[in-house]
């Protein structure tokens, strides 16, 4: 196995472009995948900072025609 790793490194060695852009795609996927499961970590996993959040519900305020409706979270 160490001949193998030797030899993959004197591959890459010989055509550098090749690895560069190896490296940094690879670099890329590692950085999305961790960015996108620290976005749903944050908003799906996390449980909310309330002390009873079963007990949370959402109200929505509307303020007429035209208007925007508003969310709010309110304990129940």
């Known amino acids: 196995m160490l001949n193998d790793i030797r030899f993959a490194f004197r591959s890459l060695a010989r055509r550098k472009a090749f690895f560069v852009l190896a490296a940094s795609t690879l670099a890329l ?4 995948n961790t960015t996108v499961f620290s976005v749903v970590h944050g908003v799906l996993l996390r449980p909310f900072p ?6 949370l519900g959402i109200l929505w305020h509307e303020f007429g025609e035209g208007a925007q409706f ?7």
């Open 70 to 76: 508003l969310p709010a979270i309110h304990p129940l």
């Open 50 to 55: 309330y002390r009873a959040p079963e007990r």
């Open 29 to 32: 996927g590692i950085g999305a």
